[in-house]
């Protein structure tokens, strides 16, 4: 089973940028396509971007052309540049598989406000 450890979060001012970090646990990591996911409070977990073995790439349409999802297979690791914040980009961001597993980190929590 894949663990995940997610860091990076923190308080930043509308239009900074943060880069947000997950270290994976697992052997095969390299083959699962990984997703960076997100929760704010009230609502459901939603994708918000995913990349594949290959590097092929999806974002969601409220973070395409701000947010860059990247991964270091030989560092166990994924990562999510987020540039332009805007406050409604504030929540715990989480990564996993894509689909999601049945096992999330804690997650990392994201707030944008001056």
């Known amino acids: 089973q894949v663990r995940f450890v997610e860091s990076g979060g923190g308080l930043v001012q509308p239009g900074g940028s943060l880069r947000l970090s997950c270290a994976a646990s697992?052997?095969?990591?390299?083959?699962?396509?990984m997703g960076w996911y997100r929760q704010a409070p009230g609502k459901q977990r939603e994708l918000v971007a995913r990349?594949?073995?290959?590097?092929?790439?999806y974002y969601g349409d409220s973070v395409t052309g701000r947010f860059t999802i990247s991964r270091d297979n030989a560092k166990n690791t994924v990562y999510l540049q987020m540039n332009s914040l805007k406050p409604e980009d504030t929540a715990a961001y989480y990564c996993?598989?894509?689909?999601?597993?049945?096992?999330w980190g804690p997650g990392t929590q994201v707030t944008v406000s001056s």
């Open positions: 996993n598989t894509y689909p999601s597993s049945g096992s």
């Open positions: 697992g052997s095969i990591f390299s083959h699962y396509t």
């Open positions: 990349i594949g073995p290959g590097g092929s790439r």
